[in-house]
């Protein structure tokens, strides 16, 4: 099956609004490397976005080069391993048993607290 425009353009790609001071508003479509646009409001940047996105998958589809798709959330199985010095490990573990939970209870709620309050700073994306 041939992926046409519209194809691409109706997949749920991960899109990232920023404030720019000096700027206005900076928006890119992540999964497309260097799709990138502005605007004077997130409005604005927003529709600017999906202008870009659209010419980017053109010129991609023109030329042969790759698109990449976004990764589906089925990808995430929400499980990782992660490896950390020896000091943290215990800290850890004794802030969980004095915390009256298991080690990894105390982490899931430590990285969902950290990723909160960087999502909190974040504008709105609608």
């Given at each position: 099956?041939?992926?046409?425009?519209?194809?691409?353009?109706?997949?749920?790609?991960?899109?990232?609004?920023?404030?720019?001071?000096?700027?206005?508003?900076?928006?890119?479509?992540?999964?497309?490397r260097g799709c990138t646009s502005q605007g004077?409001?997130?409005?604005?940047?927003?529709?600017?976005?999906?202008?870009?996105?659209?010419?980017?998958?053109?010129?991609?589809?023109?030329?042969?080069?790759?698109?990449?798709?976004?990764?589906?959330?089925?990808?995430?199985?929400?499980?990782?391993?992660?490896?950390?010095?020896?000091?943290?490990?215990?800290?850890?573990?004794?802030?969980?048993?004095?915390?009256?939970?298991?080690?990894?209870?105390?982490?899931?709620?430590?990285?969902?607290?950290?990723?909160?309050?960087?999502?909190?700073?974040?504008?709105?994306?609608?």
């Open positions: 099956m041939d992926k046409t425009l519209e194809y691409y353009m109706n997949l749920p790609y991960t899109i990232e609004l920023e404030r720019d001071p000096e700027e206005g508003w900076f928006v890119r479509a992540k999964e497309l004077d409001t997130p409005e604005k940047a927003m529709a600017m976005i999906q202008d870009a996105m659209q010419a980017w998958i053109e010129v991609a589809l023109e030329t042969g080069i790759p698109i990449p798709e976004p990764r589906p959330a089925e990808a995430y199985s929400g499980k990782f391993v992660v490896r950390v010095p020896r000091s943290l490990h215990r800290q850890l573990a004794k802030n969980a048993e004095a915390e009256g939970v298991s080690l990894n209870q105390l982490i899931n709620v430590v990285l969902a607290n950290a990723v909160g309050r960087q999502t909190a700073q974040r504008p709105a994306i609608s």
